[in-house]
RNA sequence: GUGCCCGUAGUUCAAUGGUAGAACGCCACUCUGUGGCAGUGGUCACGUGGGUUCGAUUCCCAUCGGGCACCCCA
């Protein structure tokens, strides 16, 4: 601490695509935190924990082995055992893990609601709005069976969040990619078609040809594009039981009066997905969340067979969202009266005083260390307190302390017995 | 992982191959036990490292960080 030469210390910044939550923001945080319980509170949705570091072939085995996340994306921990750890890069699998290992098909029952919300990690370049630690909201179903009203409804619980948060504008777009019976027919055709039009595609889409058929439909070069147009489209291959899956679940949707639109190029980057896919996104078309169906998840991870569905919001892009459409107030200090003291005997007497004050339910703010007058009481007024309680020695050996009306600037000299009394009432 | 752009006080922005200014903020004083207004003064920065140069915040390289696009997604 007693450095005499002063030489400059760099600084450190934090790692790359990793951010704070300011005090600022903290507020907003919390009415978003505070709005998904009341609506999973209401909704019958029970919370759950999963640690931040998962086995990394629990994402191998769910996520799939091609996936962008799987090959790139997972920050791997090496424990001083033998074990490979990886930071989770989202929580579906880590609740279905959670699921099968503590049975809670048994012990809760099915249907099966859960919601969880925390960080998840993936290693990539960072974006506005895209971070290497990030905050997931999620929401899941697991059923005995695969009913469509549950993916109804849980698209209606992500909508309701979003509503909660007066979030306006939203649209849902809504694809059903099929089921292991019927995928596979599609994206043979999907293959064969494009296959016949190599020469026409941009490079990354004749790796995609190979590689993963599905994600053809995203591609964005032009040049692509009208081949995409006439490629075959998922929703004509789905077998008897998808296509009446998804029927019904538009009518679920219809009924709801949701605003939806079909969406025959969505698809999701994640294996486990089956039958619905959506994909929710706000007024400028930035994807908020997405989810969809994934009945063979527990299964695939040595549970019984529980067909599920869910959803996960971005936390940090909904908070970045409500900023940017002005839906969120900058956070601001709660106005309490202020405890202003003057010397030594008063800030004696300060310290004890809060806490009598605390104890008798009378929230206040103070600037204990604070010596100036002044300055004190520019803070109470920074922070629009009703009343500042100045306390000097005059006042401490009366046993009274000074009301002051930060509006009018009148002041009354109370007993301190009174105090929390006088306030009280004042309040009112 | 690839390509392009960017990096100056706490914040938003200037200027400059000769070590930097403003506004707002913050602190103090005017006003030693009374805030808001005003005046005055003060505080605080060239992301980091190396190179070119008599001299670099400025030019070059690397690195770190940010942004955009690809990729992918939340």
Same mark, same amino acid.
């Given at each position: 601490? @007693?450095? =005499? ?14 951010? &704070? ?7 907003? $945080? ?9 609506? +999973? ?14 086995r990394?072939d629990l994402?191998e085995r769910s ?27 989202? +929580?579906?699998a880590p609740?279905a893990r959670a699921f099968i290992e503590h049975s809670l098909g ?15 990690? *993936? ?21 005995? #069976? ?51 039009? /190599?020469?026409?595609?941009?490079? &990354?889409?004749? /790796? ?59 698809? *999701?980057?994640?294996?486990y ?9 706000? #007024? ?12 063979y998840l527990i299964e695939l991870l040595g549970g019984k067979n529980s067909?599920?569905?869910? $959803? @996960? ?5 909904? =908070? ?7 839906? @969120?107030? @900058? !956070? ?17 007497? !300060? ?53 002051? &009306? ?7 000299? =109370? ?10 009432? /004042?309040?009112?």
């Amino acid at each position: 601490m @007693a450095n =005499v030469t002063k030489q400059k210390v760099p600084t450190i910044q934090a790692p790359k695509g990793m951010h &704070d939550i300011l005090p600022g923001d903290q507020e907003l $945080w919390a009415k978003v935190r505070k709005t998904a319980k009341d609506i +999973a509170d209401y909704y019958n949705f029970l919370r759950i924990d999963t640690p931040l570091l998962e086995r990394s072939d629990l994402f191998e085995r769910s996520i799939g082995f091609q996936t962008d996340i799987v090959e790139k994306q997972m920050f791997t921990i090496k424990t001083k055992g033998k074990e490979e750890l990886v930071l989770r890069p989202e +929580a579906t699998a880590p609740v279905a893990r959670a699921f099968i290992e503590h049975s809670l098909g048994q012990t809760l029952g099915l249907p099966l609601k859960l919601y969880y919300e925390g960080a998840m990690f *993936r290693y990539e370049q960072p974006q506005a709005g895209r971070y290497r630690q990030f905050h997931q909201l999620g929401f899941e179903i697991i059923s005995g #069976d695969d009913d469509p009203i549950l993916d109804a409804q849980i698209i209606l619980v992500f909508f309701r969040f979003l509503e909660g948060l007066k979030i306006k504008d939203v649209t849902v777009g809504i694809n059903s990619i099929g089921c292991k019976n019927c995928r596979p027919g599609y994206r043979r055709e999907l293959q064969a078609f494009y296959r016949g039009r /190599r020469g026409e595609l941009c490079e &990354d889409c004749k /790796r995609r040809l190979d590689t993963n058929p599905l994600r053809l439909l995203d591609c964005k070069v032009p040049g692509c594009q009208p081949v995409k147009e006439n490629a075959p489209i998922a929703v004509d291959h789905l077998c008897n039981a998808c296509r009446s899956h998804f029927r019904t679940l538009l009518e679920y949707v219809e009924e709801l009066g949701l605003p939806y639109r079909l969406d025959h190029r969505l698809v *999701r980057g994640l294996d486990y997905y089956t039958k619905t896919v959506f994909e929710i996104s706000g #007024d400028g078309g930035i994807a908020l969340g997405g989810g969809g169906r994934y009945d063979y998840l527990i299964e695939l991870l040595g549970g019984k067979n529980s067909p599920a569905v869910g $959803w @996960a919001a971005g936390l940090d892009r909904i =908070v970045e969202f409500m900023k940017a459409k002005g839906i @969120a107030a @900058a !956070s601001r200090l709660k106005p309490k009266p202020s405890l202003i003291y003057i010397g030594e005997l008063a800030k004696k007497k !300060s310290l004890k005083l809060v806490e009598e004050l605390r104890r008798a339910g009378l929230e206040i703010t103070e600037m204990l260390g604070r010596e100036s007058l002044n300055a004190q009481l520019r803070n109470a007024d920074k922070i629009h307190s009703p009343y500042a309680l100045i306390l000097g020695q005059k006042e401490v050996f009366e046993e009274s302390i000074i009301v002051r &009306d930060m509006k009018s600037g009148v002041q009354e000299t =109370v007993p301190l017995a009174k105090l929390v009394e006088v306030i009280k009432k /004042r309040l009112k």
